[in-house]
């Protein structure tokens, strides 16, 4: 069974930072792209990252570019999201998602306030 | 950007009714490599989106043929036949042929 466990939510204040991780498992970790996806409170989901399954490349839409990051560790099944600057828009819950959208995790919740 | 525009926002049917969702892309959703990346997800109240359309008209393991997706180009559409009481949530549609957008997302209510 497929399953996407994210950790490292919470309430965070403006400009700080917070990193979260996701742990993989019952596939081949490294055969498969990764992502996270986001959704704020009673809206809809946007793309936050993306990695290669080797961790060569990343993307990322302009709204978190250059204050996210996302990585992983393939020998220890586990994608990360490095999230600085972080802002109020930021606020949301986070989807680990396997990079063929087939499986996402129960997601975590990061708020941004003061 | 890819813009996904979903319709309806909401739409409310009658057990074992059917109905369809709209998503149109304001580009063409054809890859180069010869792939259309349009996928439908559904997300029940309380939980994650689940997969269960993918590439326009192939669904994801587990998902019951009551659900077919159709279309090509820049217009699709997702298709709910003998709705049942499970199925109510709200559907998104996604691509994933250029940096991967999401329509806004369609509720449907049970009558």
């Known amino acids: 069974e497929v399953q996407l466990v994210e950790t490292g939510g919470g309430l965070v204040q403006p400009g700080r930072s917070l990193k979260l991780s996701c742990v993989a498992s019952g596939f081949t970790f490294n055969n498969y792209w990764m992502s996270w996806t986001r959704q704020a409170p009673g809206k809809g989901l946007e793309w936050v990252a993306s990695i290669t399954n080797s961790g060569g490349s990343t993307y990322y839409p302009d709204s978190v570019k250059g204050r996210f990051t996302i990585s992983r560790d393939n020998a220890q099944n586990t994608l990360y999201l490095q999230m600085n600057s972080l802002r109020s828009e930021d606020t949301a819950t986070y989807y680990c998602t396997r990079g063929d959208w087939a499986y996402w995790g129960q997601g975590v919740m990061v708020t941004v306030s003061s | 950007d890819v813009v996904m525009t979903q319709t309806p926002v909401s739409l409310s049917v009658s057990l074992g009714g059917q109905v369809s969702i709209s998503c149109r892309s304001s580009?063409?959703?054809?890859?180069?490599?010869?792939?259309?990346?349009l996928s439908w997800y559904l997300q029940k109240p309380g939980q994650s989106p689940q997969l269960l359309i993918y590439?326009?008209?192939n669904r994801f393991s587990g998902i019951s043929d009551r659900f077919s997706g159709s279309g090509s180009g820049t217009d699709f559409t997702l298709k709910i036949s003998r709705v049942e009481p499970d199925d109510l949530g709200v559907y998104y549609c996604?691509?994933?042929?250029?940096?991967?957008?999401f329509g806004s997302g369609t509720k449907l209510e049970i009558k």
């Open positions: 996604g691509q994933g042929t250029q940096y991967p957008t």
């Open positions: 580009q063409s959703l054809v890859h180069n490599n010869g792939n259309t990346y």
């Open positions: 590439k326009v008209s």
